[in-house]
């Protein structure tokens, strides 16, 4: 039996990055002759994805009238359908990389939840994603790191996505949710196995370019697993 293979997400609030860097990655790995698998949540043509995608597009009223409990269970029953690929892919010994996964939704759907009571609810969100779904843990999560002005900003010259007629669905479109799920990720991103790449210049006042991004994202993850890569290399 090979051994397990490992798990990379990256995260990041939205206009971030999240699928340029991993397709990055993904060549990165396919030139070094490594076996990869990729994967991205929502998955909007899945049972749970198109409720998503109802609720991303406000059918389910705006925002603040819907109980972050409820889309948290959407998103979780979305990643518990694609959880016979995700095992496939580590059971062969392959690197998965996946764009976005359970950090997402204890970031937007915990950030929706009063101050007070946020940790009771990742708590709650934690046990039902890795105990209750019993979902693989991540190996390594990178998370990009992105002022909301400039990812708002960015969002809105992103092109047509499937999911969405309007220009920014229901959360993108919400820059004071935004603020508060950049602010869970800053939290959530202190776990050990997790790494924050800064993807914005403050000094220069301008965004990183994506090849200095990739090459910081590609030697923290050769530092964090680089025995797997050499092993399936």
Known sequence: ??????????????????R?????????????????????????SGFFGKLVARFLNGEFGPLAAVDPHFSALLYACDRLESKPV???????GKILLADRYVGSNLAHQGSRVPREKRDEFLKWLNHLEYEIHALPAEDLVVYLRLPVAEAHRLVGEKGA???TNSRRDLQEADVAHLEAASQVYDELARQPNWITIECFD?????????????????????????????ANG
Do not use: C, W
Not at 214 to 225: G, K, Q
């Open 20 to 44: 340029t860097q991993l397709e990055a990655l993904a060549r990165a790995f396919t030139r070094k002759g490594i076996a990869l698998s990729q994967i991205s949540f929502p998955n909007y």
């Open 86 to 92: 995700i095992e496939a892919a580590l059971a062969t």
């Open 161 to 163: 996505r499937a999911y």
């Open 202 to 230: 403050a000094a220069s006042g301008s965004l990183r370019p994506p090849p200095a991004i990739h090459e910081e994202i590609l030697a923290a993850v050769e530092a964090r697993i680089h025995s797997a890569l050499h």
């Open 1 to 18: 039996m090979p051994a397990r293979g490992k798990f990379i997400v990256l995260e990041g609030i939205d206009g971030s990055g999240k």
